[in-house]
């Protein structure tokens, strides 16, 4: 990659991220498989998901979380409107805001695909030996530590 350097020492480094990209990757593809059966796209269920998550927030504060531009965020959001999943309601301290809050059919849309998701995972986990599990474990511990860093 041009423009990156990778010092020769942060070589294992590299080749760590470089596997658990890839098979994070993979595994989120064979996931986004499961969400076809929530009746949602992959696209609005991500949106749905900060908004029922994170909850009330303003267009552009969804648009950035979701790495995209405020008019794709704006179409989004107007589907899952329309779907009665999300509402538009002023915010009360600045009323030229929109806020996006999640309605009580968006939870549980939301609640259905994180549920699909978690038993097909647990599906294979289930294939894992007992050591296999704990090591799993211990990653997803680390990962989580890993995500959270700023």
């Known amino acids: 990659m041009q423009g990156s350097h990778i010092p020769r020492k942060s070589t294992r ?3 760590i991220a470089d596997e658990l990209h890839s098979a994070a990757i993979r595994l989120l593809r064979r ?8 009746g949602i796209t992959a696209p609005r269920l991500s949106a749905l998901s900060v908004i029922v998550f994170t909850g009330p927030l303003a267009l ?12 794709t965020m704006t179409r989004l959001v107007s589907a899952l409107a329309a779907d009665g999943l ?9 009323g030229r805001l ?10 549980t849309v ?11 995972l647990a ?10 599990l704990r090591q799993v474990e211990r990653g997803a511990e680390v990962m989580r530590r890993v995500a959270d860093e700023e």
């Open 13 to 15: 480094h590299a080749r």
């Open 31 to 38: 996931l986004r498989k499961v969400e076809d059966n929530s």
């Open 60 to 71: 552009g504060e969804l648009a950035a979380l979701e790495q995209v531009k405020p008019p």
């Open 86 to 94: 999300v509402v538009r309601v002023a915010d009360g301290a600045d």
């Open 98 to 107: 929109t806020i996006i809050r999640a309605t009580r059919k968006g939870a």
């Open 110 to 120: 939301m609640a259905r695909a994180r549920a699909l998701r978690i038993d097909a």
């Open 123 to 132: 599906r294979r986990l289930a294939s894992l030996s007992e050591q296999e």
